[in-house]
């Protein structure tokens, strides 16, 4: 079985400052991890994937990842926060060897901006 | 955007009645899913569809039945409404598999 937990259920940035959001999981096989951005009454929307390949992965909205095999991690960073970053964001893990229907979403993190 | 209409949007109704809600799609994507969002569970799967008439349960399936008769349409009924399904409801789709688009939600109050 996979698991994910995002670290801090509410974290607030300065606009302009950096944004990093943790995610840890656990997988018994190698992973595919995900990041999802939900704006307020909203559906989610993805933001970015690893699946193979390169370790750091870049998505929409100048977000970026990093899978790190060795800390079961896959953080979510922003070098400038935007007032328009506000929004929850979930990080989400699929075993390699299975289908999407295994997409296991972790309990978000909700990114306040602060002007 | 990508078009994925829910609806109803927003339902209050009382235990023991059946619900339907309603995913439409125009995109012509292959897979459909159905979530349930609920505060510090994250979105937890019901049920998804690979194809017209094909669907399969997720970790949540119980009390929930779907239907697939054409490829837009996605219906997810609760046979008979419990206090315990008030969620929000969230429907995907995906042509490759992993879920993409979302539609904005049916917020379900099961009094």
């Known amino acids: 079985a996979q698991s994910v937990t995002q670290l801090g259920s509410h974290v607030s940035v300065s606009e302009g400052a950096l944004v990093l959001l943790r995610c840890n999981y656990s997988?018994?096989?190698?992973?595919?991890l995900f990041w999802y951005v939900q704006y307020p009454n909203q559906g989610l929307q993805l933001l970015l994937k690893y699946t193979t390949g390169a370790t750091l992965v870049k998505g929409i909205n100048g977000f970026e990842a990093e899978f790190k095999k060795s800390e079961t991690s896959f953080h979510l960073t922003k070098p400038s926060a935007h007032m328009s970053d506000a929004a929850e964001y979930f990080c989400?893990?699929?075993?390699?060897?299975?289908?999407?229907?295994?997409?296991?979403f972790g309990t978000g993190t909700r990114l306040t901006i602060i002007p | 955007d990508a078009g994925i209409t829910q609806s109803p949007r927003h339902k209050v109704t009382e235990t023991g009645t059946p619900v339907t809600l309603r995913c439409h799609q125009t995109e012509n994507h292959r897979y459909m899913y159905w979530y349930r969002q609920d505060p510090g569970h994250g979105l937890r799967l019901i049920h998804y569809?690979?194809?017209?008439?094909?669907?399969d349960k997720g970790e949540v399936s119980d009390g929930y039945s779907v239907s697939r008769s054409k490829t837009e349409d996605f219906l997810l009924t609760l046979e008979s409404a419990t206090s315990s399904q008030t969620s929000v409801y969230f429907c995907?789709?995906?042509?490759?598999?992993?879920?993409?688009?979302f539609g904005d939600g049916t917020r379900l109050s099961i009094l």
């Open positions: 995907a789709i995906s042509e490759e598999g992993i879920p993409q688009h």
């Open positions: 569809s690979y194809g017209v008439k094909d669907t």
């Open positions: 989400a893990v699929r075993p390699s060897n299975f289908g999407n229907e295994k997409l296991t």
């Open positions: 997988s018994s096989v190698p992973p595919y």
